[in-house]
């Protein structure tokens, strides 16, 4: 049996007719650029993060870079990031030439450790960029207040957890900027690049929306220095079509997610560990395991789709070496990058496949060393 990381055909085959429905709306409407498929996007995340105003960009990534563009983040400011991510978090401050200033994760969540946070804040922070790594959010309350304590802008990297809530509330809708990802393989994914930007202040939302489209208000007259980072009406539409199965979806994954736990339980791997102020979308359904790459390599050979998210912490990367971290600096991360295994978990994986999967997992992983013992342990980690 072969089970892959992520099967985006099997998920096609029970949208096509709609996709191809809303796909075919774009064609015959020529509009290309923005518009009503876009607005109706726009409308609906905002409705569903409780937030009021989405503004609908070109990527998470340029969700994040506009973000801080509209609260003026430039040369010389620190940005609090955690050292345990995609890229895309540090490599945005880094593009605008502030300074990001890396802080270490809670070993059971991945996130952002909040007394990491307050420990990093100096005169020169300017924004906290906090992550809401695999589907659950980060402990919002404690970075809220280092933020409110210093006048700090916080914005969401939400790109892995739309959907999911801290306390009853909508990832997104925490911070002063939320950002999502459609990139493809995202838990709501378009079929090319496309992104969001949230917030609950209708200020912020305007200045993101004029940042969009080159700071232009009016046409041909830039107030602000912005850029393109508009959304294809062609992908806005797509993501119309698929928003009605995300909750649907959703489920899936976590029924998924309680499958595995249950399977997986007594074994030499340790699965995910949700915050009980959390509810997880469950993007990833990461394992802890200590001989990492050769377990992944008996479950390739046995048809287990896995990926590594992420082999490195931002801070080793080569291109931010001139901040000057290096290893031993954000132990916790380097061990997560060491130790971490994704295991499929998308919503069409059927009782047959989990079964293979958590199988062949503890198959691979009989023999094998407990992974290493966190350090700190997550406030209300169950
Ligand atoms: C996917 C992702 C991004 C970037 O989104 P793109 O749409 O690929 O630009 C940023 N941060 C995190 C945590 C992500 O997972």
């Known amino acids: 049996m072969n089970v892959p990381i992520l099967d985006l055909k099997a998920q096609f085959a029970t949208i096509e007719a709609d996709v191809r429905a809303a796909i075919d709306r774009v064609l015959q409407s020529q509009r290309f650029i923005l518009g009503p498929e876009v607005e109706q996007l726009e409308k609906q995340i905002a409705d569903l993060t409780g937030t009021a105003e989405a503004i609908g960009v070109s990527s998470g990534t340029d969700a994040l870079l506009c973000a801080l563009m509209a609260a003026e983040i430039g040369p010389e400011d620190e940005v609090i990031v955690p050292a345990f991510s995609f890229?895309?978090?540090?490599?945005?401050?880094?593009?605008?030439?502030?300074?990001?200033?890396?802080?270490?994760?809670?070993?059971?969540?991945?996130?952002?450790?909040?007394?990491?946070?307050?420990?990093?804040?100096?005169?020169?922070?300017?924004?906290?960029?906090?992550?809401?790594?695999?589907?659950?959010?980060?402990?919002?309350?404690?970075?809220?207040?280092?933020?409110?304590?210093?006048?700090?802008?916080?914005?969401?990297?939400?790109?892995?957890?739309?959907?999911?809530?801290?306390?009853?509330?909508?990832?997104?809708?925490?911070?002063?900027?939320?950002?999502?990802?459609?990139?493809?393989?995202?838990?709501?994914?378009?079929?090319?690049?496309a992104g969001m930007i949230v917030t609950r202040n209708r200020e912020n939302g305007q200045r993101c929306r004029l940042l969009r489209q080159h700071g232009a208000k009016p046409k041909y007259h830039h107030p602000l220095l912005g850029g393109n980072f508009r959304i294809d009406a062609m992908q806005a539409a797509i993501l119309n079509a698929k928003l009605p199965h995300l909750a649907a979806w959703t489920a899936a994954r976590r029924r998924n997610a309680e499958a595995y736990d249950r399977l997986l339980a007594g074994s030499s791997v340790r699965t995910p560990a949700i915050a009980s102020y959390n509810e997880s979308i469950f993007h990833q359904y990461v394992i802890r395991v200590s001989e990492r790459d050769s377990v992944r390599a008996a479950l390739s050979e046995h048809g287990v789709g896995t990926e590594i998210y992420y082999p490195e912490p931002l801070h080793l990367q080569?291109?931010?070496?001139?901040?000057?971290?290096?290893?031993?600096?954000?132990?916790?991360?380097?061990?997560?990058?060491?130790?971490?295994?994704?295991?499929?978990?998308?919503?069409?994986?059927?009782?047959?496949?989990?079964?293979?999967?958590?199988?062949?997992?503890?198959?691979?992983?009989?023999?094998?060393?407990?992974?290493?013992?966190?350090a700190l342990v997550a406030a209300g980690a169950s």
């Not at 200033?101 to 924004?127: K, L």
């Not at 998308?346 to 496949?353: G, Q």
């Open 87 to 193: 890229f895309a978090t540090v490599g945005v401050v880094a593009r605008l030439g502030a300074v990001p200033v890396f802080v270490d994760i809670d070993p059971v969540t991945f996130n952002a450790d909040p007394d990491a946070i307050a420990r990093a804040v100096t005169h020169r922070t300017r924004a906290i960029i906090v992550v809401h790594l695999f589907g659950q959010c980060a402990d919002m309350d404690p970075v809220l207040d280092v933020a409110r304590q210093h006048n700090l802008v916080v914005i969401e990297d939400a790109a892995q957890a739309l959907g999911a809530t801290y306390r009853g509330k909508p990832a997104g809708s925490l911070g002063d900027y939320g950002c999502f990802s459609f990139f493809p393989s995202k838990n709501l994914g378009a079929y090319g690049d």
């Open 318 to 374: 080569p291109c931010l070496a001139y901040l000057g971290y290096g290893e031993g600096d954000l132990p916790v991360a380097e061990t997560a990058s060491r130790e971490v295994l994704a295991l499929p978990i998308y919503p069409e994986l059927t009782d047959d496949m989990l079964r293979h999967v958590a199988e062949q997992v503890r198959a691979a992983a009989q023999g094998v060393a407990a992974p290493s013992e966190p």
